[in-house]
């Protein structure tokens, strides 16, 4: 009897080492894929696992919506707090998949799917990848159900990171160890460039559609009313588009209103300016998101969504305090910039403001080839009638308030950040070196070992310090 007591005991001391080494490896291997998965995806995967519980609105699709709306622009101007759930190349397929595991850690009030994810055929499109957000995500029966689905049986490794990304040991730096932050852009992205488009839409021929793509955005609205949650389908701007993209929006539309559900569709609204908001034929810029972002927002207060800034200030007190973050990002891009195009897309933008000084007989005024950089200052709401060739442009462009209101020079100006004086360096009438005060400061890079006789400058005001964080002047060619 003492025998068979001791060896009992041994099976189950062997019982517990082996249970105990198991959750031990499984506990080392979680956190090594974790630590081997992209940073951007954990990220998005503490947006939706820690604070899924916070958000009002979610974003869904493709990089159409991705570069098209921007929560952190929603939280400060409409006080709404949303978050993007987006990837590039997303197919309707995938974000049925990526919304419902989402659900499953946030309550929204709103979603809003983008449905230009019709345009991509099959489960996985041949430049998107599911990985990218289901890393992030812990192992559960809906995420298993997505990689069945999405990748088949041969595809089940997807579940576990390290099978796939180990190769990542070589590049781990040392942020990959520390915790990780939450997105500063609420899963967003930002383009900062721009490339003049020609809208060019085709017209719906009733040919052939996205079944399979048709199919989920079905179970997209049951999924919504499962989850007591109202489905808003959203079209966003695009410049260029095809017939098969047509018949399946079409298709879509005739789906959606047997459903009982209207589109927000902003392809007519003349929110967007082809020349200046697009990064290419179908993603916004900067500027177009700026432009799209505040139209939604407006739409999204109209159906009763109360500023919640009111409802818990310690929450937006921690908003508050990512958007700071978020700013700060800003910053960088527009301290980035080397080409005036560039720049005047990210000063469309209510946090900044700007001081423009160019000179007159600037082949800006006359040369084609700077067709481009008067639609940007047209954008910032300046008037270029009356201020060309010999007359030259001093402006200041307040963006407060997204009203874009503009004061013309060319001697000085009183503005809320003190007094604005321009003039140029020039002993004679050339060199055309812009020179500006504000305030009493000076402003000017003037090099007289650079080849360019005149240049514009730009000096940038945060509108929420009132301080002037960095000026450049921009060399350019004289007329001749």
């Known amino acids: ?34 630590m081997v998965s992209k940073r951007h995806s954990t990220a998005l995967g503490l947006e939706v696992l820690e604070y899924g519980d916070e958000i009002q609105v979610v974003f869904a699709g493709s990089s159409h ?27 309707m397929v995938c974000t049925y998949w990526h919304l419902r595991n989402a659900l499953e850690y946030m309550n929204p009030k709103f979603v809003l799917v983008d449905l230009y994810g019709l345009s991509f055929e099959g489960r996985i499109y041949v430049n998107g990848d599911p990985r990218t ?27 576990w990171p390290f099978t796939y990304e180990h190769t990542r ?29 020609q809208e060019n839409r085709a017209v719906a021929n009733g040919g052939e559609t996205n079944e399979l793509g048709l199919e989920y955005l079905r179970r997209i609205v049951q999924l919504c009313r499962e989850k007591n949650v109202q489905l808003v389908p959203l079209i966003l701007p695009y410049a260029f588009s095809n017939a098969p993209l047509e018949n399946n929006l079409k298709a879509a539309e005739d789906l959606l209103r047997g459903e009982g559900l209207e589109i927000l569709d902003m392809r007519e609204t003349g929110v967007v300016n082809a020349v200046t908001d697009y990064a290419d034929y179908h993603h916004l810029n900067a500027s177009g998101m700026d432009k799209a972002t505040r139209l939604v927002g407006e739409w999204l207060a109209g159906q009763g969504i109360a500023n919640s800034r009111e409802e818990d200030p310690g929450l937006a007190q921690k908003w508050n305090e990512n958007y700071v973050v978020y700013r700060q990002l800003k910053r960088g891009q527009i301290q980035a910039c080397t080409e005036l195009e560039d720049l005047l897309v990210l000063l469309h933008d209510p946090d900044y403001s700007c001081i423009l000084s160019i000179p007159p007989r600037l082949c800006l005024w006359t040369d084609d080839s700077y067709a481009d950089t008067r639609a940007q200052l047209e954008n910032l709401g300046i008037e270029l009638t009356g201020k060309e060739n010999n007359t030259g442009l001093y402006a200041v462009v307040d963006s407060r308030n997204a009203a874009f209101s503009v004061q013309y020079g060319p001697d000085s100006l009183q503005t809320d950040w003190g007094q604005v004086e321009w003039q140029n360096r020039a002993e004679g009438t050339d060199p055309l070196w812009p020179i500006f005060s504000l305030a009493g400061q000076e402003f000017a890079q003037y090099d007289e070992t650079m080849d360019m006789a005149c240049a514009a400058g730009v000096l940038i005001v945060e509108n929420y310090s009132g301080n002037a964080i960095w000026y450049w002047d921009f060399p350019m060619e004289t007329a001749l």
């Open 1 to 34: 009897m003492e025998v068979k007591t001791r060896l009992s005991s041994r099976r189950w001391v062997k019982a517990v080492h082996f249970i105990v080494f198991w959750v031990v490896f499984l506990l080392l291997l979680a956190g090594i894929s974790r």
């Open 65 to 91: 919506v991705l570069n098209g709306i921007s929560p952190q622009q929603l939280w400060n101007e409409q006080g709404i707090r949303a978050q993007t759930i987006a990837s590039h190349g997303e197919t």
């Open 169 to 197: 040991w070589n590049s781990l730096e040392a942020e990959d160890v520390q915790p990780v932050q939450a997105d500063p852009y609420r899963g967003a992205e930002r383009n900062c460039g721009f490339v003049p488009q």
């Open 133 to 159: 957000w289901l890393d992030s995500l812990p192992l559960s029966r809906t995420k298993v159900e997505t990689v069945l689905d999405l990748y088949g049986w041969e595809g089940i490794s997807v579940l």
